[in-house]
């Protein structure tokens, strides 16, 4: 179980790091406000999975010591979330993707048997709905907006269509706690997430990606370059002071 | 007499005497004046000259903050971070809207930050090198701040004055949690330490030049007094952040880099060694460390979203297009 939480921990630091790289730098204002709160979501929610798979581990690791002293071979997020942040659409596509598989992800967690997972749950569902909704906004607009919105738009969806299968398998570690109830079933949560997906695909005007392969390894910590270096600059102070406080 | 200003007058509003005379009475009376109220025209021009510099250095302001959300050394901390400079961004947001109040669109005052007609604060000139520079900015810059913005709750102009109120709320948040992560440091290894004495010599006298020119070389001081636009001087701020912050520096065991501060027991505040204009001067005239940097960043993303605020207009009309064409039918 420790394991399992820590693949979802992962996805949620790297996503969360990933749309923090976007502050002070969004397309208008009212964008500079919306990205850190999604970035807050997922890393509000990456240290307290963070928190109880140190518990579970019981080797004295706290959020920090999972975060930032593991090095991008022991990192286990899948590969959607480690993507580049792109231009806008890829960033709100990417965002919108994960969110559609976490919203009914953790409707179903608030029954899982562990209290953490089912607290984690009660305040993730909201804001992955908010996520949801946010981001889906601005896939429609940019897909059904300008002939180089729409272009862009296009060009993201097929630059991420290999990554979204890997949401839906499960490693080793998952599976067993899918069978313990601690966690729902990801492949179970598929086809509610290409509904979500595929209806705002329509709405956007824009023809659902039929992925012609696939793209995993994150649960084995096989990563593409990007993240070595996402890591690097966010472990840089933390690993230059080792048992510092902070 | 502050009708000396009304330089550029655009005859919007009718400047007689008696008007001019109500106007200040209105004023003396610290009534609150509010957008649809008749205004002279150069208390318009001030307000949303001051506004907007204030809207702009917020704005810029989340870059050298930002620049640490990535390498923040804990979780907690870079959530922190990113909730802050989150805030910066909505005060700007609603400064940009009190400004707008006045006549002036946000487009507009954006592209006078991006062609540098319009100024921002300069101390988002200089670059943040540690960590510790992030608890200082905190501490000093949002003190210092603070130290502007209280007497602007008190502003004659409405929706200025209610913006400030709840921005220096959160200003005040911000600078207790720069100090805490002083606090942290100077309770942490030598390393951290050395940290935080460095950024505090580094920061120290840019935050003192943030409260402007001496008196004596204020321009713009009297008529925004007049005005209640202003409430306190320029050294009378400097002087009151001064007091309150060098004993914080000694609670943290730091140094503040000036060895003629002294305390003066005669004028009940501290003394402090000259203030170097010549820098101040060249930093606000574009000759800081960042000054090029920080407006190509801000310039980078105006330009780099253009394509996705045009599609947003764009859809916007489609749909508008489309709800009306199925209305007919």
Request: net charge negative.
């Amino acid at each position: 179980m420790y394991r399992a939480l820590l693949e979802l921990a992962d996805d949620h630091l790297v996503l969360g790091h990933r749309v923090s790289e976007w502050c002070g730098h969004a397309p208008m204002l009212e964008e500079d406000l919306a990205l850190p709160n999604m970035a807050l979501d997922c890393i509000g929610t990456a240290r307290a999975l963070y928190a109880r798979a140190g518990e579970l581990e019981g080797a004295g690791r706290d959020e920090d010591a999972l975060a930032y002293f593991r090095g991008e071979r022991e990192y286990l997020n899948c590969l959607l979330v480690e993507q580049p942040n792109g231009d806008f659409a890829q960033t709100m596509l990417r965002q919108l993707g994960f969110a559609a598989f976490m919203e009914p992800f953790w409707r179903a967690a608030a029954q899982s048997s562990d209290d953490a997972v089912r607290g984690v749950a009660g305040k993730a569902v909201k804001e992955m709905a908010y996520n949801i909704r946010h981001a889906g906004e601005w896939v429609v607009r940019l897909g059904d907006g300008t002939d180089e919105s729409t272009g862009r738009m296009r060009a993201a969806s097929d630059a991420l269509a290999p990554y979204w299968d890997e949401l839906f398998l499960s490693s080793p570690a998952t599976q067993e706690a899918e069978a313990a109830g601690i966690l729902p079933e990801r492949a179970g949560l598929r086809a509610n997430w290409e509904q979500v997906m595929r209806d705002v695909f329509a709405q956007a005007l824009l023809d659902w990606p039929e992925a012609t392969w696939s793209q995993g390894g994150g649960r084995e910590g096989r990563h593409g370059e990007g993240l070595g270096h996402l890591l690097a600059e966010m472990q840089s102070v933390a690993r230059a002071h080792p048992g510092a406080t902070w | 007499m502050y009708a000396q200003g009304l330089i550029g007058a655009d005859g919007r509003t009718d400047e007689t005497p008696e008007f001019l005379a109500a106007f200040k009475a209105r004023i003396d009376a610290e009534e609150k004046i509010e957008p649809k109220d008749a205004m002279p025209e150069g208390y318009r021009r001030t307000l949303i000259r001051q506004i907007g510099q204030h809207a702009h250095s917020e704005i810029v302001g989340m870059l050298p903050e930002g620049n640490w959300i990535t390498r923040a050394p804990s979780l907690k901390r870079k959530a922190a971070l990113l909730a802050k400079v989150q805030d910066e961004g909505g005060h700007g947001l609603y400064l940009y809207a009190a400004a707008e109040t006045l006549g002036v669109s946000r487009e507009e005052m954006t592209e006078e930050l991006l062609d540098g007609r319009a100024k921002y604060s300069s101390i988002f000139n200089y670059p943040t090198l540690t960590w510790a520079d992030i608890g200082t900015i905190g501490w000093l810059v949002d003190g210092a701040a603070i130290m502007n913005q209280i007497p602007l709750c008190r502003c004659s102009f409405g929706p200025y004055a209610r913006a400030m109120i709840r921005v220096c709320k959160e200003e005040s948040f911000h600078q207790r949690q720069g100090y805490e992560i002083m606090l942290t440091l100077c309770r942490g290894t030598q390393a951290q330490k050395d940290m935080a004495q460095d950024a505090l010599n580094r920061w120290w006298w840019p935050s003192l030049m943030m409260f402007g020119p001496h008196d004596a070389d204020s321009t713009h001081s009297d008529q925004s007094m007049a005005w209640k636009i202003k409430r306190f001087s320029n050294d009378e701020l400097r002087q009151k952040f001064i007091d309150a912050t060098v004993p914080q520096a000694e609670f943290l065991g730091l140094t503040v880099p000036d060895p003629e501060c002294k305390w003066n027991e005669a004028k009940g505040g501290y003394d402090h060694g000259p203030i170097d204009w010549d820098e101040f001067w060249r930093v606000v005239k574009g000759g800081g460390v960042m000054n090029r940097e920080r407006i190509a960043a801000r310039k980078k993303a105006w330009d780099d979203g253009a394509w996705v605020r045009e599609a947003a207009l764009v859809h916007a009309e489609k749909r508008k297009a489309r709800k009306a064409a199925m209305a007919a039918e």
